[in-house]
Every structure is written in C-alpha cells, then in structure tokens.
C-alpha cells in the first residue's frame, strides 16, 4: 500500500529491483560520489523511484484519485437552455456573515441575479428567479446543489421553487451531494465575484454590498472579456443565438411578486382587475410577513421560511374571497341548527 497523497507503486514487474539499482548506478556516476560509508548523500525520493520505474514501463499505475479527464463537461447549447444557482458566504466591515445567492446562464456565463441577503431563505430563491426571469425570460431546465432552500428531498417534499419550477414547466436538477463539480460555473464564477469584492472597501451593511455587487454585475456582463467566450463579454454570448425556453408551452400570464404583512385576522390584501380583494390566509401566522406569488388567477401565499400557508385562485366576482370549502362536519351542523 502507497502513503496517502503520494504516487502508489501499483502493481512492479519483476525487473522492478533491478531497474531500481540500474537507476542508482547511474545516479553514482553522474557527479554524485557515495560518501565515506559507501552511502549516498541523499537518498533517492520515493516519487522519483516511481517515475523511474514508470519510464521503463515495469510499473502498471493505479492512482487514488479520479483523474479529471474522467469528469463529463457540458454546456448548454444555448441561452436559457441551463440557468445555475449557488450561494456563497461572504462578511461584513463588522465581521458579520452574510450569504450571497448567484444565479447564471450555463451558456453564456451571464450573471442574472446576485443578491445579498443575511441567510438565503426560500423566499430569496424564489424571488431572485422571478426578477431573472423577468428581465431574461424562463429557462429550460435548473440547477442547484441540494440545499434546503433549493431541494425538498431530504424532507420528502417540494420547496417552493421547486412547486414553481414545476407549475412552469421547468426541469428542476439538483447536484449528487459532496459533488460540486457538477455546479462547477457558478462556483468558479463565486471566485471571481470574490476576487472584485476583495479589492472593494469593506461593506458596512447590505444595502452597501448589494451596490458593489450590482456594480460587479455590470462590469462583468457587459464590459469583462470571458475566456470560455472567446474573448466576448457574457452579455454579448446571451443574445448571440435564439433563446431556448420551458419544454411545455404557457400561455402569457401576469407574473407578480408582492410583500405584505397579515392583519391582526390572518387576513392579506391584493389588488387584482382594478379592485382590492381581501382572503384569509391564516390566523397562526398573524402579523408576520409573507410573500404572494401571483400568477393570473392563482395566488400562493408563502411564509418567511418557504412555508405555503394558502393557496387560491382569485374569483374577479367577489371582493372577498371565500375560505376553504366548509367540511362535512360543518354541514351536519348547520343541518342541525336549522332543524332546532
């Protein structure tokens, strides 16, 4: 067995020895004279013994790692065939920890979000998308790591990015755990961002990070040659070639993102067709944020921490919106109230 982190010997030939000794013989006649014991100075490096016997081909390698011509490349073949999201951490002039979300175009390296947060919640996930999708329209496929904020599958469930994903028709890929490879862009592209972010002035809250990364952004997308580009900047490989979208046709949608806060009932606010429609949401979760996600008719209302806590689809005949449908029980009683 070979030292960890060094060349193994794998299986020798059994001229092995003999092409050892050769070497050593070679190595005493080229100006290196054995010392009074009929030693060397230094004795010769395990590595170089192993190359040595690898140059006379009496060695078969067998390396511990995986070389890297083994990984699989790919890149999406066009814009908004592969969008890619990572977050990394970063900290403030106070030395207080925040997370940065990213999200790129697998094609054109083009930055479409990068966001400050204090911890990224499904929320920021969720938001970040929409005002991506907004400004570049919707991907094909998206991938992630398996984080919490990304991936339900640890908890047997869907996220809220996920359920969006889905309802848009829109192939969600999550990354094999301890594989970063696989989200290798955006990775490489956190060392960039890290890198203009270093040579900044401190940032004392987030509000002044949020500035230096917008600033990064647009340097980046539209003035920073890409060496993966062919010397072109990410923005100028985005509308290079037609954009490829979600595999299921949707029809066109208003898309809104809006925060609010429950009333002291559980009860929220929307306009929607010119008119205010009011909808219990729940009484639980009173005087907390939450973020309604609308799309046309349907409506879905999300806690801070991803939760769903109600979901509905608008009746533009009523300015409030009816709650769930009453259950059987509640039928039996009214029955029998009328009935006494």
């Given at each position: 067995m070979s030292a960890p982190g060094r060349p193994g010997l794998g299986r020798c030939h059994p001229r092995a020895p003999?092409?050892?000794?050769?070497?050593?013989?070679?190595?005493?006649?080229?100006?290196h004279p054995p010392s009074s014991r009929g030693r060397f100075p230094t004795t010769p490096a395990r590595v170089t013994i192993w190359r040595t016997l690898k140059r006379n081909g009496l060695i078969t390698p067998e390396p511990h790692k995986r070389p890297k011509a083994s990984f699989t490349r790919f890149e999406a073949q066009l814009p908004n065939e592969l969008w890619q999201t990572d977050a990394t951490e970063w900290h403030l002039a106070d030395s207080s920890k925040v997370e940065i979300l990213n999200l790129i175009d697998d094609h054109s390296r083009l930055c479409l979000g990068s966001v400050a947060v204090r911890t990224v919640k499904a929320a920021d996930a969720l938001q970040t998308f929409y005002s991506a999708a907004e400004e570049f329209g919707l991907p094909t496929r998206f991938l992630s790591d398996d984080a919490?904020?990304?991936?339900?599958?640890?908890?047997?469930?869907?996220?809220?990015?996920?359920?969006?994903?889905?309802?848009?028709?829109?192939?969600?890929?999550?990354?094999?755990?301890?594989?970063?490879?696989?989200?290798?862009?955006?990775?490489?592209?956190?060392?960039?961002?890290?890198?203009?972010?270093?040579?900044?002035?401190?940032?004392?809250?987030?509000?002044?990070?949020?500035?230096?990364?917008?600033?990064?952004?647009?340097?980046?997308?539209?003035?920073?040659?890409?060496?993966?580009?062919?010397?072109?900047?990410?923005?100028?490989?985005?509308?290079a070639r037609l954009k490829a979208s979600p595999s299921l046709a949707q029809p066109a949608v208003d898309y809104r993102i809006r925060r609010d806060?429950?009333?002291?009932?559980?009860?929220?606010?929307?306009?929607?067709?010119?008119?205010?429609?009011?909808?219990?949401?729940?009484?639980?979760?009173?005087?907390?944020?939450?973020?309604?996600?609308?799309?046309?008719?349907?409506?879905?209302?999300?806690a801070e921490d991803g939760a769903l806590l109600r979901e509905l689809t608008l009746d533009p005949s009523r300015d409030?919106?009816?709650?769930?449908?009453?259950?059987?029980?509640?039928?039996?009683?009214?029955?029998?109230?009328?009935?006494t």
């Amino acid at each position: 067995m070979s030292a960890p982190g060094r060349p193994g010997l794998g299986r020798c030939h059994p001229r092995a020895p003999q092409a050892a000794l050769g070497g050593r013989t070679r190595c005493r006649s080229a100006n290196h004279p054995p010392s009074s014991r009929g030693r060397f100075p230094t004795t010769p490096a395990r590595v170089t013994i192993w190359r040595t016997l690898k140059r006379n081909g009496l060695i078969t390698p067998e390396p511990h790692k995986r070389p890297k011509a083994s990984f699989t490349r790919f890149e999406a073949q066009l814009p908004n065939e592969l969008w890619q999201t990572d977050a990394t951490e970063w900290h403030l002039a106070d030395s207080s920890k925040v997370e940065i979300l990213n999200l790129i175009d697998d094609h054109s390296r083009l930055c479409l979000g990068s966001v400050a947060v204090r911890t990224v919640k499904a929320a920021d996930a969720l938001q970040t998308f929409y005002s991506a999708a907004e400004e570049f329209g919707l991907p094909t496929r998206f991938l992630s790591d398996d984080a919490a904020v990304f991936s339900g599958k640890s908890r047997r469930g869907r996220v809220a990015l996920e359920s969006e994903l889905d309802r848009l028709g829109i192939q969600c890929v999550h990354s094999t755990p301890y594989h970063p490879q696989t989200c290798g862009k955006v990775e490489r592209f956190h060392q960039t961002l890290k890198l203009f972010l270093a040579k900044q002035a401190p940032a004392d809250s987030l509000a002044h990070l949020q500035l230096q990364l917008d600033a990064f952004r647009t340097i980046y997308n539209q003035h920073r040659p890409h060496r993966a580009l062919d010397g072109r900047t990410p923005l100028q490989a985005f509308h290079a070639r037609l954009k490829a979208s979600p595999s299921l046709a949707q029809p066109a949608v208003d898309y809104r993102i809006r925060r609010d806060r429950l009333d002291a009932g559980g009860r929220v606010t929307l306009r929607y067709l010119s008119r205010l429609r009011h909808f219990q949401v729940s009484y639980k979760h009173r005087g907390q944020p939450v973020m309604l996600l609308v799309a046309g008719d349907p409506v879905r209302v999300i806690a801070e921490d991803g939760a769903l806590l109600r979901e509905l689809t608008l009746d533009p005949s009523r300015d409030y919106q009816r709650s769930a449908a009453p259950t059987l029980v509640r039928h039996q009683v009214r029955q029998r109230s009328a009935n006494t």
